[in-house]
């Protein structure tokens, strides 16, 4: 079991081999690479998490996040990440198991039919598959807020570390 923090949200993945914080300044240097937050390994898989928390109780301009989420910024922003760490990943000779992208965003306001056209939006924008490749860069593209989180993983594997309990 691997615990790692963003922002103020606390993620538990019980079955990964290893999680690592890939979008580490640390790790990548000068590099203007776009980085997902996090990668989990598992035997079969890899999971691209990007975390974007605009419910943090410290978040700066929670306006200006929901403004770049409808206006579509915000999916560019994810497509870039996904691609940009795509290929840092094949460069590593680490593309071979399939990858499950995931955008967690913890925002209560968020309905269920925007979440969804969000996600539809972000897997054009990739693209998850393309008719001249030999296999797809992705087998899912999914965007999820908290509770559809840990419905996914489990009610302990997400929790708001300024609650205390989860999130």
Request: charged share 30%.
């Amino acid at each position: 079991m691997t615990t790692v923090q963003e922002f103020d949200l606390e993620l538990t993945f019980s079955e990964a081999k290893s999680v690592f914080h890939f979008d580490d300044a640390a790790y990548h240097g000068a590099s203007t690479a776009k980085r997902v937050d996090f990668i989990a390994e598992y035997e079969d898989r890899d999971i691209f998490v990007e975390i974007k928390d605009p419910d943090d109780p410290a978040a700066k301009d929670p306006e200006a996040f929901e403004k770049k989420l409808k206006s579509g910024e915000l999916v560019q922003s994810l497509s870039g990440k996904f691609r940009d760490t795509l290929f840092f990943r094949s460069i590593q000779g680490k593309g071979e198991r399939t990858i499950v992208y995931i955008a967690l965003i913890s925002m209560k306001k968020l309905d269920s039919a925007l979440l969804l056209a969000k996600q539809d939006e972000l897997k054009r924008s990739i693209p998850l598959s393309h008719a001249d490749w030999e296999r797809d860069c992705a087998t899912s593209c999914i965007v999820l807020n908290v509770a559809q989180w840990k419905k996914q993983f489990g009610d302990h594997s997400l929790r708001r570390k300024s609650e205390g309990a989860a999130a």
